[in-house]
T-cell receptor, first 111, second 112 residues
């Protein structure tokens, strides 16, 4: 079982829809990251969370530390939101903040 | 521009060859991480350097090595290349003070 699980793996939405991507993890963490990667492109850090909720534009990320669960929400989705969204965690303790990644959610927003 | 610079962006080379990937971290960041993204394995941690010293090692092959120089730029050396080494190699940097990450745009390595 992977230490970081994402669902769904693939998601197709119509423009304007509200989208939720889920992430569950099984290790103690110091932070959780949501990353975006366009096809063939680089990785952009969207959010870093250690508790609560963050909002940036149409994107909202929440985390529940007790349940070891995080969600990424996209409101009023747009075709330009089409990308792979990756959940990653920095494991608590130790000397490194290396990331452990989920397998990603491929989002396609159709006009 | 994220502030993390990776060169080259694309690299095509033959099996058995050796290549060097370069990363300049965001100004002020002391940690550099190298990650490999392949179709079958996803994103995997290779190695981390902090202020010139190796901090952590992940699934890095013995054919691969890295270093971080006094100016904090880092190089990832891949030798005796195999077809399976074809992947996207990302560098990321983070400051000492928190867990924030900034990724470079990656180097796409194709081994033919």
């Amino acid at each position: 079982k992977n230490e970081v699980e994402q669902s769904p793996q693939n998601l197709t939405a119509q423009e304007g829809e509200f989208i939720t991507i889920n992430c569950s993890y099984s290790v103690g963490i110091s932070a959780l990251h949501w990353l975006q990667q366009h096809p063939g492109g680089g990785i952009v850090s969207l959010f870093m969370l250690s508790s609560g909720k963050k909002k940036h534009g149409r994107l909202i990320a929440t985390i529940n530390i007790q349940e070891k669960h995080s969600s990424l929400h996209i409101t009023a989705s747009h075709p330009r939101d089409s990308a792979v969204y990756i959940c990653a965690v920095s494991q608590y303790g130790g000397a490194t903040n290396k990331l452990i990644f989920g397998t990603g959610t491929l989002l396609a927003v159709q006009p | 521009d994220s502030g993390v610079t990776q060169t080259p962006k694309h690299l095509i080379t033959a099996t058995g060859q050796r290549v060097t990937l370069r990363c300049s971290p965001r100004s002020g960041d002391l940690s550099v991480y190298w990650y490999q993204q392949s179709l079958d394995q996803g994103l995997q941690f290779l190695i981390q350097y902090y202020n010139g010293e190796e901090r952590a090692k992940g699934n890095i092959l013995e054919r691969f090595s890295a270093q971080q120089f006094p100016d904090l730029h880092s190089e990832l050396n891949l030798s005796s290349l195999e077809l399976g080494d074809s992947a996207l190699y990302f560098c990321a940097s983070s400051p000492q003070s928190d867990y924030g990450y900034t990724f470079g745009s990656g180097t796409r390595l194709t081994v033919v």
